[in-house]
Nanobody
Framework: QVQLVESGGGLVQAGGSLRLSCAGSGRTLSSYVVSWFRRAPGKEREYVAAISRTGTSLYYAGSVRGRSTISRDNARNTVSLQINNLRPEDTAVYYC??????????????????WGQGTQVTVSS
């Protein structure tokens, strides 16, 4: 399986933006559908977005649709998630996940076999 490492988290004021990055190693990330999930304190893991292998199909959860962009650079083996107009409720640990065979149920965390260790995003009001 591919190994994943997230970066780009931090502390930001409400209304600001962050760009999270997920770097793959060990396998070519272009062979994988990649997603982002997040887990806020005391809450269940929540699906955020997913991107197809070629980057032509993008999927977003309603909570971030319209203010986030998922993208990938297969030459660099990375997937990024840009979130704009951040809100305090976006505070969470953000995880990227990958799987070579996902075709549906993107929002089901059990669908994804490879996970990174997460990066903390904290949005202050």
């Amino acid at each position: 399986q591919v190994q994943l490492v997230e970066s780009g988290g931090g502390l930001v004021q409400a209304g600001g933006s962050l760009r999270l990055s997920c770097a793959g190693s060990g396998r070519t990330l272009s062979s994988y559908v990649v997603s982002w999930f997040r887990r806020a304190p005391g809450k269940e893991r929540e699906y955020v977005a997913a991107i197809s292998r070629t980057g032509t199909s993008l999927y977003y959860a309603g909570s971030v649709r319209g203010r986030s962009t998922i993208s990938r650079d297969n030459a660099r083996n990375t997937v990024s998630l840009q979130i704009n107009n951040l809100r305090p409720e976006d505070t969470a640990v953000y995880y990227c996940a990958a799987d070579p065979d996902v075709r549906s149920n993107y929002s089901d965390w059990g669908t994804w076999r490879s996970w990174g260790q997460g990066t903390q995003v904290t949005v202050s009001s």
